[in-house]
T-cell receptor, first 115, second 114 residues
Framework: NAGVMQNPRHLVRRRGQEARLRCSPMKGHSHVYWYRQLPEEGLKFMVY????????ESGMPKERFSAEFPKEGPSILRIQQVVRGDSAAYFC?????????????FGPGTRLTVT | GNSVTQMEGPVTLSEEAFLTINCTYT??????LFWYVQYPGEGLQLLLK?????DKGSNKGFEATYRKETTSFHLEKGSVQVSDSAVYFCALSGGNTGGFKTIFGAGTRLFVKA
C-alpha cells in the first residue's frame, strides 16, 4: 500500500512565478491536510480538505495561496507570484477519518526554493 | 488557542544514555497527543500517541504518558542508539477548539554519539 506521495520533491521558482505542489493521499483516505515548515521550525497547519470541499483554511495566507482536492486526482496547493518568504518545506498528510484520533500519515514533502 | 511547547535543542547524548524530551501543552477539553519523528530529508512519522488522560503511548522503546494534571506529554527512552538521531515533534489535535488540524511544537533535535 503506497504511502502519501508528493511531487515534485524539490521545486525552484523565481520571484513572481507560480508554484504548484501535488499530493496524492494514501489509498482509501479522503482527508488531506497541508502544513508548511520553515527552516528550523515546526510545522504550521495551512488547510484541511475533503474531496471537493475545503473544511478549514484558517492557516492559509489570505492572498496568493489556494488549495483544492478535486473528485479525481491529487490535492493541489497553489502559490501565485511567489516571494522569497515562501521558501519552505510543504508537507501533505492524509487520514481515513475526521476525528483527531485518526492518525495522519505524512508525505516526504516538497521543498520550495524561491530565488 | 491551543499550543505546544517543547524543550529547545539540540540535545546531545552518548549511546545508551537515558533520554527525556519535555513537552507541555495548552488546550481546553481533551485533545489527543502525539510524538512525531523526522529523519533528515524525510517527512514526519508518527512515533506514538495517547488519546486520553493517563494513557501511555509506546513504540520502539520510546514512551510518553498523557498527564492532564500537569498538561504534559514528555518523551522518554531508556537507552538511545545512534539511529535515534532525528528531530522529534510533540503535537496535539482536537480538544474543545482544536478542530481537526494538528498543532506542532517547534521540534527538538537529538544527536546521539557512538
Amino acid at each position: 500500500n503506497a504511502g502519501v506521495m508528493q511531487n515534485p520533491r524539490h521545486l525552484v521558482r523565481r520571484r513572481g512565478q507560480e508554484a504548484r505542489l501535488r499530493c496524492s493521499p494514501m489509498k482509501g483516505h479522503s482527508h488531506v491536510y497541508w502544513y508548511r515548515q520553515l527552516p528550523e521550525e515546526g510545522l504550521k497547519f495551512m488547510v484541511y480538505l475533503q474531496k471537493e470541499n475545503i473544511i478549514d483554511e484558517s492557516g492559509m495566507p489570505k492572498e496568493r495561496f489556494s488549495a483544492e482536492f478535486p473528485k479525481e486526482g491529487p490535492s493541489i496547493l497553489r502559490i501565485q507570484q511567489v516571494v522569497r518568504g515562501d521558501s519552505a518545506a510543504y508537507f501533505c498528510a492524509s487520514s481515513s477519518g475526521a476525528s483527531e484520533t485518526y492518525e495522519q500519515y505524512f508525505g516526504p514533502g516538497t521543498r520550495l526554493t524561491v530565488t | 488557542g491551543n499550543s505546544v511547547t517543547q524543550m529547545e535543542g539540540p540535545v546531545t547524548l552518548s549511546e545508551e544514555a537515558f533520554l527525556t524530551i519535555n513537552c507541555t501543552y495548552t488546550a481546553t477539553g481533551y485533545p489527543s497527543l502525539f510524538w512525531y519523528v523526522q529523519y533528515p530529508g524525510e517527512g514526519l512519522q508518527l512515533l506514538l500517541k495517547a488519546t486520553k488522560a493517563d494513557d501511555k503511548g509506546s513504540n520502539k522503546g520510546f514512551e510518553a504518558t498523557y498527564r492532564k494534571e500537569t498538561t504534559s506529554f514528555h518523551l522518554e527512552k531508556g537507552s538511545v542508539q545512534v539511529s535515534d538521531s532525528a528531530v522529534y515533534f510533540c503535537a496535539l489535535s482536537g480538544g474543545n477548539t482544536g478542530g481537526f488540524k494538528t498543532i506542532f511544537g517547534a521540534g527538538t533535535r537529538l544527536f546521539v554519539k557512538a
